[in-house]
């Protein structure tokens, strides 16, 4: 079971720290990756990382300014969402798949569990 939060309102510019944790003693296993869905708009792949952590991957909009970090000894997974713009405003989902390649990190349909989402807004 995943739990995300850290959500909230933030002006332009500003900072927020997601969290998602993960109950269970295999959350090393597990791929996590963040997705955000936007009102009238499509859930779309944010960043993912790997199992112990040593790769990170990030969609185009947000290279630069968002970091993907797990700890797994916490079974958390943080996502620093820095230089906020209000396009960045979505409900934020965390997800986590023990079987996923990572050829489909992208792939929201290649998660098995969800987050609950945490909505994060972003005003001009």
């Known amino acids: 079971q995943l739990q995300a939060s850290g959500g909230g309102l933030v002006q332009a510019g500003g900072s927020l720290r997601l969290s998602c944790a993960a109950s269970?003693?295999?959350?090393?296993?597990?791929?996590v990756g963040w997705f955000r869905q936007a009102p009238g708009k499509e859930r779309e792949f944010v960043a993912a990382?790997?199992?112990?952590?040593?790769?990170?991957y990030y969609a185009d909009s947000v290279q630069g300014r968002f970091t993907i970090s797990r700890d797994n000894a916490k079974n958390t997974v943080y996502l620093q969402l820095n230089s906020l713009r209000p396009e960045d405003t979505a409900v934020y989902y965390c997800?986590?798949?023990?079987?996923?390649?990572?050829?489909?990190?992208?792939?929201?349909?290649?998660?098995?569990?969800w987050g609950q989402g945490t909505q994060v807004t972003v005003s001009s």
């Open positions: 997800a986590a798949d023990r079987s996923l390649i990572l050829s489909d990190y992208r792939r929201s349909n290649a998660y098995d569990h």
């Open positions: 269970g003693r295999t959350f090393s296993s597990y791929v």
């Open positions: 990382i790997t199992r112990g952590g040593g790769s990170t």
